[in-house]
């Protein structure tokens, strides 16, 4: 008799890199879709109440006390730390345990990733270099990770799992790098008592970590306290996401060794009324399960867990409350949007392969042998595609007829971006020989 458990659907996509890539493939989908539904209502005859839905205020109050913002902004500063946090969890995930453990391996997607940073912010500031949307040059710099990876997947086995691998590091740094934009470009005046009390709230979470603390309602509550001392600090309160995300320890309570142990002295539940009891049984099928779960770092706990929440429920519920505008010209700064628009479809995938070159020629990264610069360029042209950072930046960087000319450049740029970074993969890429099933069958 086999002692495997019964395979069912989710174990094929159990890996936690392939479970990552259909959720956010899945995600862009739901995305694209509320994403339109924001345009249409924001250009119909319900605009108005649409768009005055999100200026609602909301106030939090405990005696004296109040913490108030409009529902779009607790969607930006609460809902978006999620977000952020699931970015860095992958990040340390990837680093630490998955296909970037390689320090070389990981270079070119880092380097790539400052090149498509840099370039991008670059040409923008040329183009508005001295005019009144000049402070929103971080607005071009990030990759959106959804709908790139949907984008990828649209092409099936034309595309190498190493592009896959590639894009994904590259869009998490670039993720990562746009929320430090914004704790250094768009942040207010600093509060450095506050700041000070942030800190020390980042020394307990460390220090309760280091002790074995493992209740979740802990760190939540010490993650709140956190957010809240970082944003009376005057800094993004996103920024708290990242910060957890990277201090979330990678490593494992309880070993295989250990967890085999533990499972071989479990036996069946007591019969009778010993069943609720406290017997030795019941001891032992307990710390199995505590051990089951623990076999698995925090890291991939919470990303596991976190995933589809933010997919499917955070990232629609901002495009909702971000992508709305008035599609019309009128009133709109015309040089804003180009500036976008060159920014996304020029210097990103200039930046990201002259930075990528640079890198492997340097001797710094290597590449994998069916990685092609084909299939970078094609890559590269996707990064191109900025649509929630950029949104995100724009709404902070930005305001009224600057910022619309923003959203205007910015959908205007992810579709252009999409469109020609599928037609070069499509064009350079042939699909990948399928792999002949295996004769031997498993026990089930």
Known sequence: MSVRLPRVFIDRISPPFVRFLHIEAAGGAVLLVFTLAALVLSNSPWADAFLGIWETRLELRLGDMALGRTLKDWINDGLMTLFFFLVALELKREAVLGEMRDPRMAALSIAAALGGMMAPAAVYLALQWGQAGAHGWGIVMATDTAFVIACLALLGTRIPHSLRVFMLFLAIVDDIGAILVVAIGYSHGMDWGMLALAALCIAILRLLAGAGVRSVSIYVVMGAATWLAIDAAGLHATVTGVILGLMTPATRWVSD????????????????????????????????????????????????????????????????????????????????????????????????????????????????????????????????????????????????????????????????????????????????????????????
């Not at 409350?321 to 995938?349: E, Y």
């Open 257 to 444: 060794n250990r967890l085999y142990a533990i499972l071989g002295q479990v036996i069946a539940h007591p019969t009778g009324s010993q069943g609720s009891g406290r017997t030795s049984d019941r001891k032992t099928l307990l710390a199995a399960e505590t051990a089951a779960r623990e076999s698995l770092s925090p890291v991939e706990r919470l990303e596991m867990a976190l995933h589809p929440w933010v997919s499917f429920g955070v990232m629609p519920v901002f495009a909702l409350a971000n992508a709305g505008l008035a599609l019309s010209w009128t009133n709109v700064d015309r040089p804003v949007a180009a500036a976008v628009f060159f920014g996304f479809a020029l210097g990103k995938p200039a930046g990201i392969l002259l930075f990528g070159w640079l890198a492997l020629r340097s001797g710094l990264a290597t590449r994998p042998g069916d990685l092609g610069w084909g299939a970078m360029a094609g890559g590269s042209c996707l990064a191109g595609i900025g649509f929630t950072m950029a949104l995100f930046i724009a709404n902070l960087a930005l305001s009224g007829p600057l910022m619309d000319s923003a959203k205007i450049g910015i959908f205007l740029a992810s579709l252009f971006s999409a469109a020609v970074g599928l037609a070069l993969l499509r064009w350079t890429q042939r699909p990948l020989p399928l792999e002949k099933p295996s004769q031997a069958t498993e026990s089930i």
